[in-house]
């Protein structure tokens, strides 16, 4: 792992330092973006715990072309990668956006191809069962490696995948906390993160099967319409409450 220099990068969400990090054995890019701990730390009620206070605050993030860039709403990860930065650079901490995680490792094309499963009726895993590709193929050993290199050796992860804490462990880097992600679930992904929660065990509060049964089951297979099938009060509301109460 090769380290870039490290760069100013003022944002929508505020000031951050930037580095790339080249890693040889693949040939990816990532990048580290991080904010100072600030002079007073504001932590949610229940955050402030003495043990874990010092720990810094980490979000491992997967490429996702669609979510990132475009504010896809077919999953969440444009939203949790916003939420992540607006608290990192409230709270102080580092963000490393993992290039080539691209469909938990299946690239894009590939996650094209298993989005038209899903209108036809998979769900997320079935999908990528059917192209004969793996469920989720991501590895953290690059990130491992950048966060070892930054010294961060013991962190807290902003995450709702228990799967990241136990391989960050094997690979020594101790996650002291668990920080829930709390990013609102949407009409067009319910049923993705339902997924994430049932067969990943992502840890998600999610709106009940009655709550989102106003969705007619025919918009599966045209996911990408429903924003027009009047579904959208019931299935985006409660921004403040989802996610919230997860503990891990
Ligand atoms: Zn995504």
Redesign the pocket.
Known sequence: MSAGPVVQLPTAYGDFQAQAWTDETTGAEHLSISAELPAVLDLPAGEADGRVELAPLVRLH?E?L???VFG?Y?????EQLAYALRRIHDCGGTLIYLRGHE?RGIGLAN?LRAYALQEAGADTVEANEQLGLPVDSRDYAAAAGILAALGLHRIRLLSNNPLKQSQLAALGIEVAQMVPVQVPSRAQNVRYLRTKRDRMNHTLNLPSTSAIAVIPPSSTTSISTSTTSGTTPTSSSTPTSDGRGAQS
């Open positions: 997967s996702c669609t979510g990132d896809s077919r999953c969440d990860c444009g469909g996650k």
